[in-house]
């Protein structure tokens, strides 16, 4: 038995004002191919008098927090938000899958849920000619923005070569940005997610120091997620922060970066949950991709707001849900196969891994591949 | 000859809810007292006819020439004292309300301080009694016409009856043609008569009734007067007319919710996706020739309805009901099932709103004739071939559907016109949070708005369908007849006044006033004011830097008096309690008063 006490939570969660027209579990992703209902969830905890069991409701973590539910709610619940504070009452008693507590315990240990060493986090540099943010400002100089790379993208070799690719891509459109290089940490988006709330509070009290000790005012980051706790979950502090996709759309249109080369491919454009659903960001992406020469962009019909979910947010990365036999992942890529095109584009980390192993799992590696936005502008540098 | 007032003060009991308060015999008492008082009484109920009859006849037998009444607001009965007096030969502005009630026993406790409190309200009032000076009330003439902006059925039916009852009456129609969204329509419900039947019938009558000018392509450019004399300036074939009114009714109605806001659902981008109203508009084509709804190759075998489009949606800033489109679904549904009679025809919806008359019968008989309701409000839409999917969940199956249809209707709320900010700053209308025109008030005054002679008839004010727009329209014209047939309006007397004398003409009374009601005279060099257009909010006899101005019946002497009154309450009571043995009950205020230990009496 696992009791909430539900007539605070559903004050907290305002889910009084849900009148269960079902839009939620319409258009849930996981509600296709789980137990998950956000909708008869709410209706559970409002009819629950003063104490809702939350035990064996493994359902909780099938979650991706796609942002599909709270977006569309006509009364503006949040079912996400109401599934992500349910966690958090899992979280507090122990009660997580061994891989989540793993993540947890490294993200609180390293700076990082995937288990590696902080003195490696810069390591993808190499004999790059990247700033890091310590040595410019004991010089006196304060780039002009912080490129926050995250730890996938600092860690991952895959996703190492985005990292690089918008490193070049960055310099050659004159951008003045720094890394936090061993001084980076995770942003905490997924902690949060998981359910975290107490180690994701600490992180951010970590990094307001250190945003306010080198006097941050603008940065970028490579992930959709890292982008989105620290535009929308870290309290205001006046910092612009942009996705990587936004600064070098703008660098495009202005002229600073030019791309001469030709990238003769047809494209097609998944959009990100943490990019587009959470955030609007729908064009920036598109505009990259449409000043490659050579590109042609086939859009799928599941675009832009109803962009299929790839099923790695939320904590999905750790966690293989209760229905692990039928991927969203690989209908997206078969979405993508329908198209016609090559290759099948994103703009995060986490999108790039789980459609990757999709393509591999549909033995479809001859037929499309998976490309950051990032990689495929770098192609016509 | 000094003027010697001689004060009636009334307190009433309005049965137990100021009398199980506030100890009215005391209060009255005690008012029997105040300077300028020839006599206090108390009764249960002052409003009632044997109330009235009380101060008509200390009037005439006292010669009373000032009356103070003790009881609810003035917003509830200054009017009917300020007659009853009149009727006895006052000036209507001798008269002053002590609110005891709204202000005194229902906000506070059965005890001495409540009854202080009360007293203390009523010497004020005596106060001011004291000071008040009777006012002129004026008469202005009206203008014998009407103007109706919007020749849709709401312009239109308020037209008619305005002009029907003698008055010259011009409707201003933006488009070219009269008859607003509802000519736009095949069917009504729940009758499912011809729409254009409706409509053509009071498109003849408005077009030959000979006190109607009906001008198409025509739009409002400005508003300038008040109530019995406006002057509306119209565009028209490239010219401005001044078109004079005694009263003007806003009926510009409303626009259908734009559905491409609402992405998700593929409008605009899916041809199978279509609008409640694309398709009243494809059944109004000529029905014989087996034509299909665009988009569709073909009978559609499979149609359907989305309610609330745009509608109980905060996420899109619409959290407002659009009430007609449940009934406008079912309408449609039905004449969807007489041209496609094998088709699956299924309506989404979260409720079902059939609150008028024989509307949840119409929506018996569209279940009758196999039209499927489903509880759920679709997520999105998808493309499946030439076919579209519609992905909901069905809330009382408690389970993920996904439904394919050849044609996917949905139903679009109705919203303010996006030029209603225009129209607003024309007239000085308010909105509300939905955006629509704001009544004055909700219950009791849904046809007028908070300036005098400006009335609203249908969708303008909020979403509603032909029959209540007829209701409101017909409404608003005989609003708006009332100063017309009268010829004459009286003009608020509490206005201000400037004292020449001391006026400078410097103009800042006029930044402040929201009424435009205070010019400069050309001639003197002192500001005037229109008595008609003040309203008697003060603001100028506030900022006046020489004290020129008073608002009639509000003046500064008025004011300090009752000020004095509230600051030395307590030495006029000790005053009066020392000469005055008797009341325990006073004995206990004054113990109050002086902080010492009220003993509670039993």
């Known amino acids: 038995m696992l009791k909430i006490e539900s007539r605070q939570f559903i004050k907290d969660h305002e889910l009084y004002a849900c009148i269960q027209c079902g839009k939620c579990t319409g258009g849930c992703p996981m509600a296709m191919k789980t137990k998950l209902n956000p909708r008869s969830l709410i209706y559970r905890i409002m009819l629950s008098g003063n104490g809702y069991d939350i035990e064996g409701r493994e359902e909780l973590w099938d979650c991706t927090t796609c942002n599909t539910c709270s977006s569309r709610c006509p009364k503006q619940v949040s079912p996400m938000e109401t599934i992500i504070a349910l966690r958090g009452a899992f979280v507090e008693k122990g009660r997580v899958h061994p891989n989540v507590k793993t993540a947890l315990e490294s993200t609180f240990r390293h700076g990082n849920p995937l288990t590696m060493p902080r003195e490696d986090r810069a390591a993808w540099v190499g004999d790059l000619p990247v700033k890091l943010m310590a040595d410019e400002v004991a010089l006196n100089h304060n780039p002009d923005y912080l490129y926050f790379v995250g730890c996938t993208p600092s860690y991952d070799p895959r996703i190492q070569q985005v990292t690089r690719s918008i490193v070049n891509l960055f310099q050659q459109g004159g951008v003045d940005f720094g890394i936090l290089g061993e001084e980076e940490s995770c942003c905490g988006s997924e902690i949060r997610r998981l359910g975290e709330q107490g180690l994701f509070e600490m992180m951010v009290e970590e990094y307001q120091e250190v945003f306010k000790g080198y006097n941050i005012q603008k940065m970028f980051t490579t992930s959709p997620h890292c982008y989105n706790a620290f535009k929308n979950d870290y309290p205001k502090s006046g910092m612009k922060v942009q996705h990587y996709t936004e600064v070098l759309a703008n660098r495009l249109a202005s002229g600073d970066l030019k791309l001469s080369g030709n990238f003769e491919k047809k494209i097609t454009y998944h959009d990100p949950c943490y990019l587009g659903k959470h955030n609007q960001v729908f064009d920036e992406p598109r505009a990259v991709l449409q000043s490659v020469p050579g590109v042609t962009l086939i859009e799928m019909d599941r675009s832009r707001e109803k962009s299929l979910c790839c099923e790695g947010g939320g904590g999905r990365m750790w966690l293989e849900g209760t229905n692990p036999s039928t991927r969203l992942a690989q209908m997206r890529v078969n979405e993508a196969l329908e198209t016609g095109a090559e290759i099948l584009a994103t703009a995060c980390p986490f999108c790039l891994l789980t459609l990757d192993e999709a393509v591999k799992h549909l033995n479809a590696q001859d037929k499309i591949r998976v490309m950051d936005v990032a990689e495929i502008a770098a192609q016509a540098l | ?602």
């Open chain 2, 1 to 602: 000859m000094v003027f010697t007032p001689k004060v009636g003060v009334y307190i009433c009991h309005c049965g137990i809810n100021i009398g199980a308060t506030v100890d009215v015999p005391t209060v009255t008492e005690f008012a029997s007292h105040l300077p300028g008082v020839t006599i206090a009484r108390d009764y249960t109920y002052m409003c009632s006819d044997p109330g009235q009859n009380l101060i008509k006849k200390d009037i005439a037998e006292l010669s009373l020439n000032r009356v103070v009444v003790a009881s609810c607001s003035p917003r509830m009965h200054e009017p009917t004292f300020r007659a009853t007096i009149s009727d006895a030969g006052l000036n209507p502005y001798c008269f002053e309300m002590a609110n005891i009630r709204e202000q005194c026993s229902w906000v506070h406790p059965h005890g001495a301080s409540t009854t202080i409190k009360a007293m203390e309200l009523v010497a004020s009032a005596v106060a001011k009694a004291n000071h008040l000076q009777p006012l002129q009330v004026r008469q202005v003439s009206v203008i014998p016409a009407g103007v109706v902006i919007g020749g849709g059925i709401a312009g239109l039916q308020s037209a008619l009856d305005i002009a029907e009852a003698g008055f010259q009456v011009t409707i201003v129609e933006r488009s070219e043609i009269l008859g607003g969204h509802v000519a736009m329509l095949h069917r009504t419900f729940p009758t499912l008569e011809l729409t254009s039947a409706l409509v053509n019938e009071l498109i003849e009558r408005v077009k030959n009734h000979p006190r109607i000018n009906a001008l198409t392509k025509a739009e409002v450019l400005e508003v300038g007067g008040y109530v019995g004399n406006f002057q509306v300036k119209v565009m028209h074939d490239n010219q401005v007319l001044d078109v004079p009114a005694g009263a003007i009714v806003v009926a510009t109605g409303f626009e259908p919710f734009d559905a491409h806001r609402k992405p998700e659902y593929g409008y605009g981008v899916y041809p199978q996706v279509i609008t409640t109203l694309d398709f009243e508009q494809f059944l109004n084509q000529k029905t014989e020739d087996g034509s299909s709804p665009r988009g569709c190759s073909g009978d559609p075998k499979s149609i359907i309805f989305i309610q609330c489009v745009g509608s109980r949606d905060q996420s899109i800033g619409n959290p407002y009901c659009s009430r007609i489109c449940c009934m406008v679904t079912t309408k449609q549904a039905l004449l969807a099932r007489q041209r496609f009679p094998t088709a699956d025809i299924s309506v989404f919806y979260m409720d079902i709103r059939a609150y008028g008359k024989g509307f949840e019968e119409f929506y018996d008989q569209a279940r009758a004739e196999g039209v499927l309701y489903r509880r759920g409000n679709p997520s999105e839409i998808l493309q499946h071939g030439n076919r579209v999917v519609v992905r909901a969940e069905d809330t009382l199956l408690g389970e993920q559907v996904e439904i394919e249809a050849d044609l996917v209707v949905l139903a679009v709320g109705m919203t303010p016109r996006t030029d209603t900010s225009v129209v607003a700053g024309l007239l000085k209308l308010a909105r509300g949070a939905d955006g629509f025109f704001m009544e004055a008030h909700p219950k009791l005054r849904p046809v007028e708005t908070a300036m005098a002679g400006v009335f609203l008839a249908g969708a303008c004010q909020g979403p509603k369908d032909i029959s209540e727009t007829i209701s409101q329209a017909r409404a608003a014209a005989s609003a708006a007849m009332i100063p017309l047939m009268r010829g004459q309006i009286q003009v608020e007397a509490a206005t201000s006044f400037v004292d020449e004398e001391l006026c400078a003409g410097c103009g800042q009374c006029a930044q402040v006033c929201a009424y435009s009601a205070l010019s400069l005279h050309p001639v003197r060099g002192v500001m005037t004011v229109n008595a008609v257009l003040c309203q008697g909010c003060g603001a100028c006899a506030v900022t006046c830097p020489s004290g020129a101005i008073n608002v009639n019946h509000f003046t500064f002497d008025q004011f300090f008096a009752q000020i004095e009154s509230l600051s030395n309450g307590l030495e006029l009571f000790t005053e009066r309690s020392s000469k005055n043995s008797g009341s325990t009950a006073m004995l206990e205020s004054e113990q109050l008063f002086r902080n010492e230990s009220v003993v509670p009496k039993n």
